[in-house]
């Protein structure tokens, strides 16, 4: 009898010393775990755009606004215009808080409305925040001969587009759609910057862009008044007086509805995410670090010299976008699909 309650003593004990590490890593502060960390931020597409530029000023700072402050690095993940890193972060990636992706603001849309590719939910990520939200916009070279939305209804012109399903792609599309404009769309340039050339050697006649981009890649077009911008898309801007959104130009509530869609990554800006998964008090860390970052007074110097605008988006909010986007009447869904595919 005693050797049986001996027995049954030194199994618990056992059993104890087994989940003695479950529990210290349970117990584990955010400080403890992300000191001596490396934490790595994905960037899904090409060096040198807005995406990249804004993802590695924040990975420049936000490691000192981290609980432990672990050193952290950008590293860009190319394929399938920003399918593949999104699809490793939310598959493959470690789900403890030591890998962060760059999202392109686009994908929530593409899985929202089913298309393929997609191997993710947007409203399972763990959204972190982004600089700022983005106004896409439509530009024309001023030798274009358009100058109004009906000068572009009258009168077919040539437009730039890096790839089919892309926002340089979709927004001229919508505008054609919803707006009645007779845009020609030239797909297969390599890049945004490619599109800009094309522009200056009177290949095409203009090209979707964000507002931030244009004013911080090509102050001197709009110092010399070498674009037009003909629409925007999403929040409305002070400095773009008279230039109408597309939701403005749209003849029905229904086509209003599915323009919002389409346009939706505008709310996201150029977004940070963590994977499903991650303890929640490590992501509450990151969220509050980033928010911190957005505060903190040399990244605003920085933000300030590139000439980018700081209005943070929390990531609170996007997480209520993305169960806004699935939540969409699937009528909707219907109407937006083929001009994202």
């Known amino acids: 009898m005693i050797f049986a309650r001996r027995a049954i003593a030194a199994l618990a004990l056992a059993a104890l010393a087994l989940d003695l590490p479950t529990a210290a890593a349970q117990a584990q502060s955010v400080a403890e775990f992300y000191r001596g960390k490396t934490l790595t931020?994905?960037?899904?597409?090409?060096?040198?755009g807005e995406y990249d530029l804004q993802a590695r000023m924040a990975a420049r700072f936000i490691g000192k606004h981290i609980p432990g402050n672990p050193t952290v690095i950008a590293q860009n993940m190319l394929g399938a215009g920003g399918l593949t890193e999104a699809n490793y972060l939310y598959n493959v990636a470690p789900k403890d808080g030591t890998f962060v992706g760059m999202i392109q603001n686009a994908l929530p849309i593409m899985q929202a409305v089913g298309l393929p590719g997609p191997q993710f939910e947007s409203a399972k990520f763990n959204w972190i925040g982004s600089i700022a939200a983005t106004v896409e916009t439509l530009a024309l070279w001023h030798t274009s001969g358009v100058k109004t939305i009906e000068e572009a209804r009258q009168k077919e012109v040539v437009v730039g587009a890096v790839g089919r399903g892309g926002i340089t792609d979709t927004f001229p599309r919508m505008m054609n759609e919803f707006a009645g404009t007779k845009f020609k769309i030239v797909v297969g340039y390599p890049g945004g910057n490619d599109v800009n050339l094309a522009m200056e050697r009177g290949e095409v006649a203009g090209r979707n862009n964000t507002w931030s981009s244009w004013k911080v890649t090509k102050k001197k077009w709009l110092d010399e008044r070498q674009i037009n911008i003909l629409a925007y898309e999403g929040p409305k801007p002070n400095d773009l007086p008279g230039v109408p959104s597309v939701q403005d130009l749209a003849r029905?509530?229904?086509?209003?509805?599915?323009?919002?869609?389409?346009?939706?990554?505008t709310l996201y800006g150029r977004p940070l995410a963590l994977p499903p998964g991650v303890p929640a008090d490590?992501?509450?860390?990151?969220?509050?670090?980033?928010?911190?970052?957005?505060?903190?007074?040399?990244?605003?110097?920085?933000?300030?010299?590139?000439?980018?605008?700081?209005d943070p988006v929390a990531g609170q909010r996007m997480q209520e976008v993305s169960a806004e986007l699935i939540a969409t009447p699937q009528a909707v869904k219907t109407r937006a699909r083929p001009l994202i595919e």
């Open 41 to 48: 931020v994905l960037i899904g597409v090409s060096p040198g």
């Open 252 to 265: 029905s509530i229904e086509d209003k509805l599915a323009i919002k869609l389409i346009a939706a990554g």
């Open 282 to 310: 490590r992501i509450e860390a990151v969220r509050q670090a980033f928010l911190a970052t957005m505060k903190d007074p040399e990244f605003l110097k920085e933000a300030e010299a590139a000439n980018i605008e700081v």
